[in-house]
Structures are given as structure tokens and as C-alpha cells.
């Protein structure tokens, strides 16, 4: 790694169990020496990417947060989804959940929690598993035959232990049927007793962005008609691809680009 990656590569020791780091930790992080680490902290800390906090320790800097509103006001998917997805929540009693693709990793983007007999146990920026759920398995389906190439020599391991394929052509075949059938429905495999049901969203070349789900229950399902509710998540999907080319037109903020996959961080 070069110095910058080793500089970046202390944001890598944030998540939700470590809302701090230190210069020992930032060392560790970064593979580099003790002094270089601490260069490393104050440079992050000028742009605001950490501030100072307790006990010789630096937690999540404000330029983060500036970051991330600019994300949440501007993003495409986001801006197109946001109201959406909560007048079908209301509409239908269902969680949903927006997923975006970043290449490397799906995250949850946004969400509807209108069902409150399920605890709120997903949150707006939270890692998803890429080869479990619904929302991930979508999103993979609607990959190029070689980035899905790509992905299996990165996650051959990972595949396999998802059951989706013990041979590169299993696990093309495995993506071929999700992208036919148009949605993805499993059960219990993020969350014991919980189902996703989840269709892609596309960009106008096909390219996929991410996923919409809805989660539910597996007693709730048994009460719903599966195909009925497929057939509504797939709406819904289109329906915020044409908000995301309607606020293209009017808004003129530019082509979507899709991400192109990197190796995941399971």
C-alpha cells in the first residue's frame, strides 16, 4: 500500500462496535510505524475526517456528516425512492427497505418501517451480506456473466457457503434464474423468521443500482399471496427507475452511473 491507503485505511477501523481509534489502533490499521500513524491521524483530523475526542482517542469527523447529507439530498436512487417507499409501506402494512450496490458492497440505503411488530434491527448505511437476502442476490443476478466471473474467483468460498453454487457455471446458472424470474424471494437467511422479497433497479442501460425489498414475517406470508406480492415490489422497483429519469430530465443532475464490481468486504 502506498501512504494514502495506509491514511484511509484507519477509516476502516470504524463500525458499530468501535466508534473510536487510536494511534496504537491507527498503527495496526495502517501497517505502518507509530509516527507515520500519528501524521496519519492529524492529516485525517485537518480535513475533518476525525476529531479529537477522549482519553488520546478520534471518532468520526464532521466533514462525514457533511458528506453523507449531501448524499442522502442528492443521491438519484435516494431522491427517487425516499417518498415512494413510504406511501407503499403505509399503503400495504410491509417493511420496505432500499439497497444500493457500491461495487464492493450493498448497503441498506433507506427504509420504511411501517410494520412495528418486527424490531427495527435494519439501519440507513448499515453493510448488508452480499450472498444472502434477497436485497444482495438481486442486485448479483443483474451482473455481467464476467463481473460474475470476477466475483466468484474473489468469493468462491463465500459462494459456496451461501449455496449457490460449488462451480463457477452453478453459480452463473444460480444468477440466470434470479435474473429471469425478475425478484428474489428467501427465507430466514439475514434474519431468522424473517422473509425479503426484492426486485432490482436499473438504470436505463440495464446496469443495476441497487434493490427494493420488502421484509416480513414468515407467518405474515402465509397469509399473502407470494406471486401478488412479487408483482409489487417489481412495480415499485420501476416505478422509482422512472423517477430516477424523470428527476434526470428536469433536475439535470446528470447520467446514474452504476457501480462496477471490487472485491467485497465480507
Not at 417507499?85 to 399503503?91: F, H, K, L, Q
Not at 466468484?152 to 462451480?167: K, M, N, P, R, V
Not at 430466514?188 to 446496469?207: H, K, M, T, W, Y
Not at 434493490?211 to 422497483?237: C, D, G, H, P, Q
Request: hydrophobic share 40%.
Amino acid at each position: 500500500m502506498n501512504s494514502l491507503d495506509k491514511m484511509l485505511a484507519i477509516l476502516d477501523g470504524f463500525d458499530e462496535r468501535n466508534l473510536t481509534v487510536d494511534v496504537n489502533r491507527a498503527t495496526e490499521l495502517s501497517g505502518s510505524s507509530k509516527p507515520s500513524a500519528y501524521r496519519y491521524i492529524q492529516a485525517l483530523t485537518r480535513a475533518g475526517f476525525l476529531m479529537p475526542a477522549s482519553g488520546g482517542t478520534y471518532t468520526i469527523g464532521s466533514r462525514v456528516i457533511e458528506l453523507e447529507m449531501l448524499k442522502r439530498e442528492n443521491d438519484p436512487l435516494l431522491t427517487a425512492a425516499r417518498h415512494l417507499i413510504r406511501y407503499y409501506s403505509d399503503e400495504m402494512g410491509i417493511n420496505i427497505m432500499l439497497s444500493s450496490y457500491y461495487g464492493d458492497k450493498v448497503l441498506c440505503a433507506d427504509l420504511a418501517w411501517s410494520d412495528h411488530s418486527i424490531p427495527d434491527i435494519y439501519k440507513a448505511g448499515r453493510p448488508m451480506p452480499i450472498f444472502k437476502g434477497a436485497m444482495a442476490k438481486v442486485i448479483l443476478a443483474y451482473l455481467t456473466k464476467t463481473q460474475l466471473k470476477n466475483i466468484y474467483s474473489w468469493s468462491q468460498d463465500a459462494i459456496e457457503e451461501s449455496g449457490l453454487g460449488t462451480t463457477l457455471e452453478e453459480f452463473i446458472k444460480a444468477m440466470k434464474t434470479i435474473r429471469t424470474d425478475g425478484s428474489c424471494v428467501t427465507y430466514s437467511e439475514v434474519f431468522d423468521g424473517l422473509v425479503g422479497v426484492a426486485a432490482p433497479i436499473c438504470d436505463q442501460e440495464g446496469r443495476v443500482l441497487g434493490s427494493v425489498v420488502f421484509i416480513l414475517t414468515t407467518k405474515r406470508i402465509k397469509e399473502l399471496e407470494v406471486e401478488s406480492l412479487i408483482t409489487e415490489i417489481r412495480n415499485i422497483a420501476s416505478e422509482i427507475e422512472r423517477g430516477i429519469i424523470r428527476n434526470n430530465k428536469f433536475n439535470n443532475t446528470g447520467p446514474v452511473i452504476a457501480a462496477r464490481p471490487r472485491r467485497f468486504h465480507e
